[in-house]
C-alpha cells in the first residue's frame, strides 16, 4: 500500500478518535449530571439549615410549655392552700388571691406564647419536610444522571480502543518520513490529510498559484499546502 491510501486510512481513524474525544469532553450527560449535583449540593446544605431552624423552635416550645407545666403547679399549690382551711387570717388569704391572680396572668400569657410557637414550629416543620422530599428526588435524579453519563462514557472508551486497535497497522505501514510529515502536521491540523482539487486546496480553500498546482499534480512524492501546511493526497495513485 502506498503512503497516499495509507494516509487517507489513517486520517479516517483518527477523525473517528477525534470525534469521540470531542464527544467525551462535551458530553450532555455530564452537564445534566453537574447541574443536579449542584442543586443536591444546595437543597442539602438548605436542609441542613432547615433542620437546625427546627431543633431550635421545637426547644423553644419545650421551654414555653415546660414554663407553663411550672405556672400551673404553683397555681395548684396555691388553690390548695386557699381552699384548703389551713389558711385562716383574712390577710393572708388576699395575698394567696393576689398571687394566683398574678399566676393565671403569667400562665394566659405563656399560653398564647405556647400557641404562637406553635404554629412557627408548624411551619418549620412543612419546609423541611418539603425540602427533604426535594433533596430525595434531585438525589435520585442525580444518581441516575451519573449512571447514565458513565454508562457513556464507557461507550465512548470502548468505541476509541476499537479505534486504536486498527490504527496501529496502518501507522505502522506508513514510510517513516511520511508518519514523521502525519504527526508534525496533526500537531496543527486535526485534520492533516488533504486534496489539491484543481488549483484549490481543499483544506484551507486557498487558490494555489497555478504553477505551483501543475507541480504538485505532476508529482509523485507528498507535497503540501504552501498556505496551511497541510499533506496532499492522490487517493487514486
Ligand atoms: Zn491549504
Redesign the pocket.
Known amino acids: 500500500m502506498n503512503d497516499h491510501k495509507t494516509l487517507v486510512e489513517l486520517q479516517e481513524i483518527d477523525s473517528q478518535i477525534d470525534a469521540l474525544d470531542y464527544r467525551e469532553a462535551n458530553l450532555a450527560e455530564r452537564d445534566v449530571y453537574l447541574a443536579l449535583k449542584d442543586e443536591v449540593t444546595k437543597l442539602e446544605a438548605l436542609y441542613t439549615s432547615a433542620a437546625k431552624k427546627l431543633r431550635e423552635e421545637t426547644a423553644l416550645l419545650k421551654k414555653h410549655e415546660d414554663v407553663l407545666e411550672g405556672l400551673n403547679a404553683k397555681i395548684a399549690k396555691e388553690e390548695k392552700r386557699l381552699y384548703s382551711g389551713t389558711v385562716t387570717i383574712p390577710k393572708e388569704l388576699a395575698g394567696i388571691q393576689q398571687e394566683l391572680a398574678h399566676l393565671k396572668g403569667q400562665a394566659d400569657n405563656t399560653e398564647l406564647e405556647l400557641l404562637e410557637q406553635s404554629e412557627v414550629v408548624d411551619g418549620c416543620k412543612s419546609d423541611d419536610k418539603t425540602i427533604s422530599e426535594r433533596l430525595q428526588k434531585r438525589t435520585a435524579e442525580r444518581d441516575a444522571a451519573k449512571q447514565r453519563m458513565e454508562d457513556e462514557l464507557a461507550q465512548i472508551a470502548s468505541e476509541r480502543d476499537g479505534w486504536k486497535v486498527k490504527r496501529e497497522p496502518v501507522y505502522a505501514a506508513l514510510s517513516e518520513d511520511a508518519s514523521r510529515l502525519y504527526d508534525k502536521v496533526r500537531l496543527k491540523h486535526q485534520v492533516a490529510v ?1 486534496v489539491l482539487e484543481g488549483e484549490i ?6 487558490d ?1 498559484p497555478s504553477i505551483e498546482a501543475d507541480q504538485i499534480h505532476e508529482s509523485t512524492k507528498l507535497e503540501r ?6 499533506i496532499f493526497v492522490k487517493p487514486t495513485e
Do not use: D
Not at 499546502?225 to 497541510?230: A, F, L, P, Q, V
Open positions: 488533504t486546496c481543499q483544506g484551507c480553500r486557498v494555489l499546502c504552501s498556505n496551511c501546511g497541510r
